[in-house]
C-alpha cells in the first residue's frame, strides 16, 4: 500500500490525532494553522485559522463537536468542528503545551510551559459554565514548581489527568481536587508524548532516553519497556493488536550533522507482550514527532519534521499474521 501524504504545513509536525469515529484526523505544526483531513483518502476538510503562532497540541472531544488547540501563542482556543468557528480563547501567560477533553467532553484541560518568569500550571475549564472562560478563571489550577509537564492526557472516567514531566516524571492530578494522587519516575529523561490504549487501561510513554514504556492506567505500575537507540518522541497502541508503533529519530537539530540514508526515519513496531521489534516503516525526510493510530487499527499515522503527515494503510497480510494460532506440535 503506498501511504497517503498530507502536505497541509509548512513547518513541523507537532501532534496528530484521530477522532473517536477515526473518519478525521487533526493536524498541528509550528505553524498557525490547524488542518483537518478524512483519514480514508487524504482530501483536507478545512482549517481552523486564528492562532498566531506554534500550535502544539490539538484534540477533538467524544462527539468530534468541538475540537481544542494549545498554542505558543499564549492561548488556547475552542472550535466548533463543523464550521471551523472559534467558540472560546482562553488566554495564558506562558505557551499552553498540552490540551484534552475529558471523556463527556465538558471539562478541558491545558497545561502551561515553565517560561517568562511564569510557572508551569495545570488549568481545568467547565465548559458547562460560560463565564469561567469569558472570566479567565478556571475552576481549579495545580502549579507545578518542580519540573514542567511535557504531556498530559486525561484517565479513565475523567477522574484525573496523567502528567509527564522533563525530569521524566510521571504524576496523577485528581480533577476534583487536584491533589497528586501518585508519583513515579520510570524515565531518566524528558517524556515526549503519553497515549492511552483504546480502553483507557494503559497509557504508553515515549521519552528522550530512547525508551517507550507502558503503564497500567489507575495504579501506574510499569508493565513494559520497549528500547531503541535514538530518542522515541511519540508511541501508540493498536485498538486491535498487541502492537506498539514507535516514532523517533535524532534531536531536530542534530539530523544535519549526522550522516543518515534519506527517508531513514522509520517508524518501528513492537509486539506489546514480548517487547520485541517486527516491523519498520521507512519514509519521512526528518524525525517522526507524532504518531497515531486508526480507531479501527486498520491504518495507523505519521507527522514529521518534514511538515508531512503519512496515512498507511496496512496489508491485508497484517492481519492474517496476527490471527494465526500457533500449531501445536506433534507428540512423537
Known amino acids: 500500500m503506498k501511504p497517503i501524504l498530507l502536505q497541509g504545513h509548512e513547518r513541523s509536525i507537532t501532534q496528530i490525532k484521530y477522532n473517536r469515529e477515526g473518519d478525521l484526523l487533526f493536524t498541528v505544526a509550528k505553524d498557525p494553522i490547524v488542518n483537518v483531513w478524512y483519514s480514508v ?7 481552523y ?9 490539538v484534540d477533538a472531544d467524544w462527539d468530534t463537536r468541538h475540537v481544542l488547540t494549545g498554542s505558543a501563542d499564549n492561548s488556547c482556543r475552542l472550535w466548533d468542528c463543523e464550521t471551523g468557528k472559534q467558540l472560546a480563547l482562553v488566554k495564558t501567560s506562558s505557551a499552553v503545551r ?35 472562560i469569558e472570566n479567565n478563571e478556571p475552576y481549579m ?3 507545578c514548581s518542580d ?13 484525573f489527568i496523567i502528567a509527564g514531566h522533563e525530569n521524566g516524571e ?6 476534583k481536587s487536584g491533589e497528586q494522587l501518585s508519583n513515579i519516575k520510570e524515565h531518566t529523561k524528558q517524556i515526549n508524548d503519553i497515549q492511552t490504549s483504546r480502553d483507557m487501561t494503559m497509557f504508553i510513554t515515549a521519552s528522550k532516553d530512547n525508551t517507550a514504556k507502558l503503564f497500567d492506567c489507575t495504579s501506574l505500575e510499569h508493565l513494559k519497556t520497549f528500547r531503541t537507540e535514538r530518542p522515541v518522541n511519540s ?48 519514509g519521512h525526510f526528518g524525525p517522526i514527532n507524532s504518531v497515531a493510530f486508526h480507531p479501527d487499527g486498520k491504518s495507523y499515522s505519521s507527522g514529521g519534521e518534514d511538515g508531512y503527515v503519512r496515512i498507511h494503510y496496512f496489508d491485508p497480510q497484517y492481519f492474517e499474521f496476527e490471527f494465526e494460532a500457533p500449531q501445536p506440535h506433534p507428540q512423537p
Open 141 to 143: 489550577k495545580i502549579p
Open 235 to 282: 508511541a501508540a497502541l493498536s485498538p486491535i493488536f498487541d502492537h506498539v508503533v514507535l516514532g523517533g529519530g535524532q534531536e531536530a537539530m542534530d539530523v544535519t550533522t549526522t550522516s543518515t540514508r534519506i527517508g531513514k526515519f522509520e517508524a518501528r513496531f513492537f509486539h506489546l507482550a514480548f517487547e520485541e521489534e517486527f516491523g519498520r516503516v521507512k
Open 98 to 132: 498540552t490540551c484534552g477533553f475529558d471523556f463527556g467532553g465538558n471539562i478541558i484541560m491545558f497545561s502551561t510551559d515553565k517560561q517568562m518568569g511564569y510557572q508551569c500550571f495545570v488549568s481545568f475549564f467547565d465548559l458547562r459554565d460560560p463565564s469561567q
Open 170 to 175: 510521571l504524576n496523577q492530578f485528581s480533577a
Open 41 to 47: 483518502n487524504g482530501e483536507r476538510l478545512g482549517t
Open 147 to 159: 519540573s514542567k509537564i511535557t504531556s498530559a492526557v486525561w484517565g479513565p472516567l475523567g477522574e
Open 49 to 57: 485559522n486564528g492562532h498566531t503562532g506554534a500550535v502544539w497540541c
